[in-house]
Antibody
Framework: QVQLVESGGGVVQPGRSLRLSCAAS????????MHWVRQAPGKGLEWVAV????????NYADSVKGRFTISKDNSKNTLYLQMNSLRAEDTAVYYC?????????????WGQGTLVTVSS | QSALTQPPSASGSPGQSVTISCTGT?????????VSWYQQEPGKAPKLMLY???KRPSGVPGRFSGSKSGNTASLTVSGLQAEDEADYYC??????????FGGGTKLTVL
């Protein structure tokens, strides 16, 4: 069955970096686009970034553009999110999610999330 | 990339129908039939309930339906059940490989 397991969250000071990982299993990871979505405590969902199945094409929300980098290692079935210059407003649960292979590319499987807290 | 607009709350009694709206612009909801709806129970990850406005993934009850008119999409839950109580989020493709979510609606089954 499809499984997505995030890791790498924790407490980090403002301005520092953190890298999140998402280990995928149960499907052909190299054939799927992947997303990161975050949810601040008590708030709604916010789309963060997308990466195409091959790992070449990527895009980001304006709020993280230039600071976050999404990547995927198809040989390791792992998705990453490198987060630099972290701010307090980046505090959230970060979910990785898989695209469904249809035109609209909705997110059909989600991980359980990993909490990132940016605080001094 | 402004968030889509959803009512903060909605409610209904068991067996009733409730509709949740999701309003965007011609650049997102109105421009594409690529609206999705997600259900999120407390402490859990979101679950895909509808995609491409009205299509249901396997396993999603037929009580959940979707529609769109202009820049507004809607999720209708018919025959409300206690287990439907959750937060619901709409999402839309917004062009140029961007996606946007709504602010979420807390559905209460009275």
């Amino acid at each position: 069955q499809v499984q997505l397991v995030e890791s790498g969250g924790g407490v980090v000071q403002p301005g520092r970096s953190l890298r999140l990982s998402c280990a995928a299993s149960g499907f052909a990871f190299s054939s799927y686009g992947m997303h990161w979505v975050r949810q601040a405590p008590g708030k709604g969902l916010e789309w963060v970034a997308v990466i195409w199945f091959g790992g070449t094409n990527k895009n980001y929300a304006d709020s993280v553009k230039g600071r976050f980098t999404i990547s995927k290692d198809n040989s390791k079935n792992t998705l990453y999110l490198q987060m630099n210059s972290l701010r307090a407003e980046d505090t959230a649960v970060y979910y990785c999610a898989r695209e469904r292979l249809v035109a609209a590319r909705p997110l059909d499987y989600w991980g359980q999330g990993t909490l990132v807290t940016v605080s001094s | 990339q402004s968030a889509l607009t959803q009512p903060p709350s909605a409610s209904g009694s068991p067996g009733q129908s409730v509709t949740i709206s999701c309003t965007g612009t011609s650049s997102d909801v109105g421009g594409y039939n690529y609206v999705s709806w997600y259900q999120q129970e407390p402490g859990k990850a979101p679950k895909l309930m509808l995609y491409e406005v009205s299509k249901r993934p396997s396993g999603v009850p037929g009580r959940f339906s979707g529609s769109k008119s202009g820049n507004t999409a809607s999720l209708t839950v018919s025959g409300l059940q206690a287990e439907d109580e959750a937060d619901y989020y709409c999402s839309s493709y917004a062009g140029s490989n961007n996606w946007v979510f709504g602010g979420g609606t807390k559905l209460t089954v009275l």
